[in-house]
């Protein structure tokens, strides 16, 4: 019978040895830490522990912009003292890499502070990742380390301006074609000039109707196409741009308007407007 409890103690000791031997193996493979993102072990797989990076100003779903400041902690990270940060959209393009520095000596096991920019480009993605990576100058794979943390993009934002008459500035409308600019941000876009005649047949704001900002251009206003040939704008509306619109002051106004804000851009010399393709009979007073 002892001899029985003895071989069963000894095969408990075993099991219970290799368990461990199995933990500690499986802990030294995911080795980055935020503190609040997730960690990508070689495999693909994500894993969170707490050992060897800690980021202060950044959390998962954080609303990012460019350029991006980050700072905190990071040991066994640095070469040269520093070490690659890339942001990525899920799809994992690049869309900015650069670095961030040591604060102090890099060549240490303790946690070194770190800080840096990375300027980044959205590129019109919303959501995306941050992923900080140990410099690994050996180029083994299995040395690489990386954090991932998943944030979201800000709008990458532009301003332009649309003009309206003012009767604050002119009482009276004395001079209906003497229209004043207000900014206008809007996503970023290549195609500036159509945004820009979009943001103009939004109309005022409340806040600008206080300011003394009026609009010419009668509502359900669509442009139709936006070409620029040789330094002329040449914009096409519908005809709700011509609908009950009579008096020379209102006409001059609306042209006025829309000349303006498509003459801001130094592509633009001057504007031709036509309804449905016409130029000649429209717009009359």
């Known amino acids: 019978m002892k001899k029985d409890f003895l071989v069963v103690a000894l095969v408990v000791i075993v099991l219970i040895l290799g368990a461990w031997v199995v933990y500690l193996s499986r802990q030294s493979e995911g080795v980055a830490d935020n503190g609040n993102g997730q960690n ?8 969170v522990e707490q050992v060897h990076l800690r980021v202060n100003n950044l959390q998962a779903g954080d609303l990012i ?5 980050l700072s905190g902690e990071a040991a066994d990270w640095y070469f040269e003292g520093s070490f690659p940060v890339r942001v990525e959209d899920t799809d994992d393009n690049v869309l900015g890499e650069g670095f961030v520095t040591a ?3 890099w060549m240490t096991s303790d946690l070194v502070p770190f800080t840096g920019y990375i ?3 959205s590129a019109g993605a919303t ?6 990576m140990k410099d690994n100058p050996s180029g083994l794979t299995e040395l690489d380390e990386q954090i991932v943390i998943p944030v979201l993009f800000a709008p990458d934002l532009m301003e332009v301006q649309v003009f309206f008459n003012n009767t604050t500035q002119d009482p009276g409308l004395p001079d209906c074609t003497n229209v004043y600019a207000v900014a ?20 005022i704001s409340m806040e600008e109707e206080g300011q003394g900002f009026v609009t010419q251009i009668p509502a359900g206003v669509e442009l139709q196409s936006l070409r620029v040939e040789e330094g002329v704008a040449y914009a096409d509306f519908n005809s709700a741009l011509d609908y009950q619109v009579g008096g020379s002051c209102r006409v001059s106004a609306i042209r006025a ?5 498509l003459k801001q851009f130094p592509t633009v010399d001057s504007v031709v407007i036509s309804i449905n393709g016409e130029v000649d009979i429209i717009l009359q007073p």
């Open 40 to 47: 990508r072990a070689g495999n693909g797989q994500y894993q």
């Open 65 to 69: 912009s460019s350029p991006l400041l």
């Open 103 to 105: 604060q102090g000596d």
């Open 119 to 121: 300027t980044f480009n």
């Open 127 to 132: 959501e995306g990742q941050v992923v900080f």
């Open 184 to 203: 206008r941000l809007i996503p970023r876009t290549q195609a500036v000039g159509t945004a820009a005649i979009g943001e103009l047949l939004r109309g």
């Open 257 to 261: 308007q829309i000349t303006e804000t």
